[in-house]
């Protein structure tokens, strides 16, 4: 079935330092990407998303490109700040896959930014 | 801004007990869904419904775990009885449609058993 991986956390980064937060998937149709975020004790917020290949999704920053020959939407981020710690989820939606849309998610990276 | 909608917030059971979480989704999305986060996890799908039917359930507990959404706006999940291993984030979401289009999650109910 579809799957999401991304690379294992916490990563711990000073201010105005560059990130890259990894993430592969395996889906049997044609996805759209996404990238969530979790501040501690909320609900997940929809970061970006792309919903085709080389499609780049962008927001406060954050970019993330669809990579269909190598599977990847890596996140990144030139220089973070101390708000933008949190948790960072990857997720793919595949109606094509057998499944009915419904987000299937990575594991999760925590990232904490350090003054 | 249109937001979904979760209560309780917290809820502490004790096992054995029963317990249900509300969901009201975003006006007019006619997909919810309920997902479920361990701690240090990513959610994972309970069930899907389009409208007021369920189109997945696969995931779900059926022994102990039910879903509704009766009139295919808000939604209840109930689990009874409720188990130690249950203890974690509930959370709803909703979105237009289901081919591929972006989900919107409330706060989520964070449920601890005792």
């Known amino acids: 079935g579809d799957s999401v991986t991304q690379m294992e956390g916490p990563v711990t980064l000073s201010e105005e330092a560059f990130l890259t937060i990894n993430c592969t998937y395996t889906?049997?149709?044609?996805?759209?990407l996404f990238w969530y975020v979790q501040y501690p004790g909320e609900g997940l917020q929809l970061l970006l998303k792309?919903?085709?290949?080389?499609d780049k999704g962008s927001n406060k920053g954050f970019e993330a490109t669809y990579r269909k020959e190598t599977t990847s939407f890596h996140l990144e981020k030139g220089s973070v700040q101390v708000s933008d710690s949190a948790v960072y989820f990857c997720?793919?939606?595949?109606?094509?896959?057998?499944?009915?849309?419904?987000?299937?998610f990575g594991k999760g990276t925590k990232l904490s930014v350090k003054p | 801004e249109a937001e979904v909608a979760q209560s309780p917030r917290y809820k502490i059971t004790e096992k054995s007990q029963a317990v249900a979480f509300w969901c009201d989704p975003i006006?007019?999305?006619?997909?919810l869904y309920w997902y479920r986060q361990i701690l240090g996890q990513g959610p994972e799908l309970l069930v899907q419904?389009?409208?007021?039917?369920?189109?997945?359930d696969s995931q779900l507990p059926k022994d102990r775990f039910s879903a509704e959404r009766l009139k295919g706006v808000d939604s209840t999940l109930k689990i009874q009885p409720a188990e130690l291993g249950d203890s974690a984030m509930y959370l709803c979401?909703?979105?237009?449609?289901?081919?591929?289009?972006?989900?919107?999650f409330g706060q989520g109910t964070r449920l601890t058993v005792v």
């Open positions: 979401a909703s979105s237009i449609g289901t081919v591929n289009t972006e989900a919107f």
């Open positions: 889906a049997t149709g044609y996805p759209s």
């Open positions: 792309a919903t085709k290949a080389d």
């Open positions: 997720a793919l939606s595949d109606a094509g896959g057998g499944s009915q849309g419904n987000l299937i």
């Open positions: 006006s007019g999305h006619a997909t």
């Open positions: 419904f389009q409208d007021e039917s369920v189109v997945d």
